[in-house]
C-alpha cells in the first residue's frame, strides 16, 4: 500500500532527522584510557607453572586493574592494597566481597563453577541481577582458568517476579541456543545454566525458582538441555568447584602481608596453600576450614616478599596420588 | 567492512569508533533522549566490546554486539535512573537563528519527547526498524524477542507515535 510506505518512509525521516544535529563530545581517548587500565593491567602470564623454566623468565606484568569492563569501573576496590577493607562478615555462601559472577573451570573432576566479584559503584543504572547475569553470559572473567560457555553473543536480561526469577536470552543469529555447541559437552552444557542459575539466586540473595525464556517465549531446550521447568541450583558438590579462593582477586596488589580467604569443602575441612614464582615455591602453609564436608570459610595470612606469585588453594588427597587430583583453585598476585 | 583479521581488541575499538561512534550515540538518544547518557552508554559499550573482543573477532559481530549493549543498558538507564523532566527544553540555538532553524529544533524535540512516551519495547522496536533499517529478524534477536512480537510492537508504536506527533506532521 503506498500510503504505508510513505509513511514508514516518513518514521525514517523522521527519526533520522529527531538525531540529525547530535554530535558526540566524547572522543575515542576516554574509551581507550577506560581499555588501557585493563589491558596495561592485563596478565601476560604463560600459563601453567610447569611451562615457565625460571622465576628471572617471568616476564609478566601484573598491576591489578579494571575488571572485564561492563560499565568501565574497577573491580571491587582493592587498588589501594588494602585487602582487609571489606567487610568480612560472610556467610558461607556469598557476599563476603561484593557482587558475585560464575564462571566454569577446568578442574580435576571436569568443569565445574568458579566465581568473581563485582562491587556496587561497576553497577549504574542496573539492578544487580540483571548487572550479575548479564556479565556472567557476556564477559569475560578476569582470571584466565574461568570462562564463559555462552556464545559471543548472547544477551541475557533477567526480571524478577514475586518469587521467580526469569532470565530470557537473545543472541547471535548464527548461535542456536536451543541445541548445544558443537564441541560442547552434556556436563559444560549443564554448568553453562547452573551457572546462570547460582548467579541469578546470589544476585537476589534467594534461592528462587528460575525460568529460562528465549526470545520472548518459553523454550523446551536450552543448550540441549530439557528445560521447559523452572530450574533451581543443582547439588552445590557437583557443581561448584570445591577450593575457592575469594580474596585476594585476579591480578591484585596486595601489601607484603597479605589475607588470603575464600570457600573449601575440603578432605578433613584442611586446606593447603603455596605461593609460586614459575615452580619455585617461596611459601607454603595451611589451615583449617571452619566445618568439613561442605563449602565452609576459610582465611589466612601471608607474608611474602615484593613480586608477582601465583598462590595456589588446594585440598590435600587423601588417595595418595591415586586418586582424583585435588580440588584447587590459583590467582596470579603482585606483593608491592 | 575493512579487514579485520588480526585485529587486536584496541583495533577494533578504533575501527569501529571512526565507523558507528556517532551513529550508536544517536541510536542511544532516541532511547533516552539526553545526549550526556547516551554518550556514556555508547562508551559503555564500547569498552565492553573491547573486553569481549577475543570471542567476536569480526567487525558484523562486534557491531552487533555493541547495538545489543547500546539497546541493553539504554533501557536499563532508564529504568533505573527515573524519568527525566517531560519537556526537555530545545538547548538555545546559537547565532542568529533563522524561522526555519527554530521549527526544525521544535520539530526534533517534539519527535523527541514523543518517542519517551512510547512503551519500552515499542520505542526500541521503532528505533531499530526506522533508525537503524534493521530487519524483523534481527530485531528479534537483539531484543530477545519473537518476531511476532516485533511485529505487533512496531505496528502499535509506529500508531502511537503518529497520533502524539499529529500537530507537527508535514
Redesign the interface.
Known amino acids: 500500500m503506498n500510503e504505508h510506505i510513505r509513511?514508514?518512509e516518513?518514521?525514517?525521516q523522521?527519526?533520522?532527522?529527531?538525531?540529525?544535529?547530535?554530535?558526540?563530545?566524547?572522543t575515542?581517548r576516554?574509551?581507550?584510557d577506560?581499555?588501557a587500565t585493563?589491558?596495561r593491567h592485563g596478565w601476560m602470564w604463560v600459563a601453567g607453572a610447569a611451562a615457565v623454566a625460571t622465576a628471572a623468565t617471568v616476564t609478566a606484568v601484573v598491576v591489578f586493574g579494571g575488571g572485564?569492563?561492563?560499565?568501565?569501573a574497577q573491580r571491587p576496590g582493592f587498588a589501594d592494597g588494602s585487602p582487609t577493607d571489606r567487610a568480612t562478615s560472610e556467610q558461607p555462601v556469598t557476599r563476603s566481597a561484593g557482587l558475585p559472577v560464575y564462571y566454569v573451570g577446568d578442574t580435576g573432576r571436569g568443569p565445574r563453577l568458579f566465581r568473581e566479584f563485582f562491587s556496587p559503584i561497576d553497577r549504574v543504572?542496573?539492578?544487580e541481577a540483571?548487572f550479575a547475569v548479564?556479565v556472567a553470559v557476556?564477559?569475560?572473567p578476569a582470571d584466565p582458568d574461568y570462562r564463559t560457555d555462552w556464545p559471543?553473543?548472547t544477551?541475557a536480561?533477567v526480571e524478577i517476579d514475586g518469587d521467580m526469577l526469569t532470565v530470557?536470552?537473545?543472541?547471535?543469529?548464527e548461535s542456536n541456543l536451543r541445541e548445544r555447541a558443537l564441541g560442547m559437552s552434556p556436563a559444560e552444557a549443564r554448568l553453562a545454566v547452573q551457572q546462570l542459575v547460582y548467579t541469578a539466586q546470589a544476585a537476589v540473595d534467594e534461592p528462587a525458582p528460575v525460568r529460562f525464556?528465549?526470545?520472548?517465549?518459553t523454550t523446551d531446550r536450552l543448550l540441549g538441555i530439557p528445560i521447559a521447568e523452572t530450574r533451581s541450583a543443582d547439588d552445590p558438590s557437583e557443581v561448584l568447584a570445591q577450593v575457592w579462593i575469594d580474596k585476594p582477586a585476579e591480578g591484585q596488589i596486595v601489601q607484603r602481608e597479605f589475607e588470603v580467604s575464600g570457600l573449601a569443602n575440603a578432605f578433613e575441612a584442611t586446606v593447603q596453600w603455596e605461593l609460586m614464582q614459575g615452580a619455585e615455591v617461596v611459601k607454603r602453609g595451611f589451615t583449617t576450614a571452619e566445618e568439613c564436608c561442605t563449602m565452609a570459610p576459610y582465611s589466612f595470612m601471608v607474608t611474602a616478599p615484593p613480586g608477582d606469585y601465583t598462590l595456589v588453594v588446594h585440598d590435600s588427597d587423601p588417595s595418595g596420588g591415586e586418586g582424583f587430583p585435588p580440588w584447587e583453585d590459583t590467582k596470579q598476585i603482585t606483593v608491592e | 567492512m575493512p579487514v579485520s583479521e588480526g585485529w587486536s581488541a584496541d583495533t577494533a575499538v578504533e575501527e569501529m569508533y571512526a565507523a558507528h561512534y556517532r551513529s550508536l550515540v544517536r541510536l542511544s538518544v532516541l532511547l533516552v533522549r539526553d545526549v550526556e547518557t547516551a554518550e556514556e552508554v555508547v562508551q559503555d559499550a564500547f569498552v565492553a566490546m573491547h573486553g569481549r573482543w577475543r570471542r567476536l573477532r569480526e567487525p558484523d559481530k562486534a557491531l552487533a554486539y555493541l547495538r545489543q549493549c547500546v539497546v541493553n543498558r539504554s533501557r536499563s538507564v532508564l529504568r533505573h535512573r527515573g524519568v527525566r523532566a517531560r519537556h526537555v527544553p530545545a538547548p538555545p540555538l546559537e547565532g542568529p537563528g533563522s524561522d526555519a532553524d527554530v521549527m526544525a529544533a521544535e520539530r526534533r524535540t517534539h519527535v523527541l519527547d514523543a518517542l519517551r512516551e512510547l512503551p519500552e519495547r515499542q520505542r526500541e522496536v521503532l528505533v531499530l526498524r526506522y533508525y537503524l533499517d534493521l530487519t524483523e529478524a534481527r530485531i528479534a534477536e537483539t531484543l530477545g524477542i519473537s518476531r511476532g512480537a516485533v511485529k505487533s510492537h512496531a505496528s502499535r508504536g509506529a500508531a502511537r507515535l503518529r497520533e502524539l506527533l499529529e500537530d507537527v506532521h508535514e
Open positions: 509513511d514508514e516518513r518514521l525514517r523522521m527519526l533520522d532527522d529527531a538525531v540529525s544535529d547530535v554530535e558526540p563530545r566524547h575515542l576516554e574509551i581507550r577506560r581499555t585493563r589491558s572485564p569492563g561492563t560499565t568501565g543504572g542496573t539492578t540483571e548479564s557476556s564477559e569475560s559471543a553473543l544477551f536480561n530470557s536470552f537473545g543472541g547471535d543469529p525464556l528465549l526470545f520472548g517465549e
